[in-house]
């Protein structure tokens, strides 16, 4: 039996569909196979700036005109700054761009040919390079002692080998080195509500105790959202991080 790329996407032509990263595969639910592709590419692209590199991704998308129906016939390349090359692979026919970006409508696709692409990247083998919508900037940098800083985009469950509760949560899994084993492996989850970020304890092993300067600390309630600032300190036994609000 084949094995299916990872990354990889799928999408329905009723706008259901999956994406599969490392191996954890995390539901697409959306009204249109367009939002779907749209959903696909930020889960990419927030996996790119990760990684810090190009991901690249196996297509199955059989709402696409002309279909394309078998893996390795279409792929995309996510770039960390946003840029999304779409191109055919294997023996399929020059598959159309556009419908894997923005919405169901087609879209015209920047101009780009003066801007200069990472060295790396062969242009000559994608039909098209698109740009995704800019999202509003998400990031939460934690200052981890005796560590590299994290950068945390967007939802991130957090721990020393995090995993979902379930395939319909689409979290980032944000990896926090901790060789005093202190955490647990599925300890916290950083998310936004609207402009503002916010802190969960996963009901750990240890809990979370949130220090914020001038301010008395406290130990976080398991399950319920707290909200972070610049500056705040959360610790756990012989871990700490500073939180740092890039603006």
Known sequence: MRTLPDPRVTISTTGSGSVTIDGT?????????????????????????????????????????????????????????????????????????????????????????????????????????????????????????????????GTAICGRHPLRASLEDSAALQVLEDPSLSLSKTHLRIEWVGSEPTVTDLHSGNGTTLTRPGISSAVLRPGMPTDIADGDVLTVCDWSATVRLPR
């Open 25 to 153: 595969e995390s539901a697409l639910q959306a009204a249109t196979p367009g939002a779907a592709r749209d959903a696909a590419i930020l889960a990419l692209l927030g996996q790119s700036r990760r990684v810090g590199r190009p991901v690249l991704a196996g297509v199955l998308d059989p709402a696409m005109d002309p279909p394309v129906e078998a893996w390795g016939e279409l792929s995309i390349l996510v770039d960390p700054d946003g840029t999304v090359r779409v191109g055919e692979h294997g023996a399929a026919p020059q598959v159309p761009a556009e419908p894997w970006l923005g919405s169901d409508e087609p879209i015209e696709a920047d101009q780009v040919a003066d801007e200069p692409m990472a060295p790396a990247v062969d242009d000559s083998a994608w039909s098209t390079v698109l740009r995704t919508p800019a999202p509003p900037r998400q990031v939460v940098l934690l200052e981890v002692d005796g560590s590299e800083p994290v950068v945390v985009t």
